[in-house]
């Protein structure tokens, strides 16, 4: 097996994991705590950049995860389970590198373009189709 497919298939099996457990860690939290702020979503996302910082931490500075691991944890585990994980990461690097008009940049973009990208999906659906 090739190494680019490995890499597909670890990623593959991690982010369906991760996928499943965000459904059932938000599904018992809205259950739980039924409030109108989400909650669930919420709680994966700060999660996901807790568990995303300890797995690349500890594939760095230990031999303890090994990159085949780390792939499945981060891209995979993480990545299924929320990309917010990953948002969270690569600001943390430009900040880490000085890159503070990335950081920003990265941060008003990604908020501000998310919502209207979610605006835009629901405008085209409802008043154009």
């Given at each position: ?5 490995k890499s597909v298939l ?10 499943v457990a965000r459904y ?41 995860i090994s990159p085949d ?61």
């Amino acid at each position: 097996m090739g190494q680019s497919l490995k890499s597909v298939l670890i990623v593959f099996a991690g982010s369906g994991l991760g996928g499943v457990a965000r459904y059932g860690m938000q599904a018992w939290i809205f259950k739980t705590y039924p409030f109108t702020f989400p909650l669930g979503t919420f709680v994966v996302n700060i999660l996901g950049c807790f568990l995303i910082g300890l797995f690349y931490t500890l594939s760095e500075k230990t031999n303890f995860i090994s990159p085949d691991w780390r792939l499945a944890l981060t891209t995979g585990l993480c990545g299924g389970f929320t990309t917010f994980s990953t948002f969270g990461y690569e600001n943390m690097n430009l900040l880490k590198t000085g890159n503070y008009l990335y950081f920003s940049l990265y941060i008003i973009a990604s908020v501000v373009l998310g919502i209207a990208a979610v605006f835009g999906g629901i405008f085209i659906t409802r008043y154009i189709l």
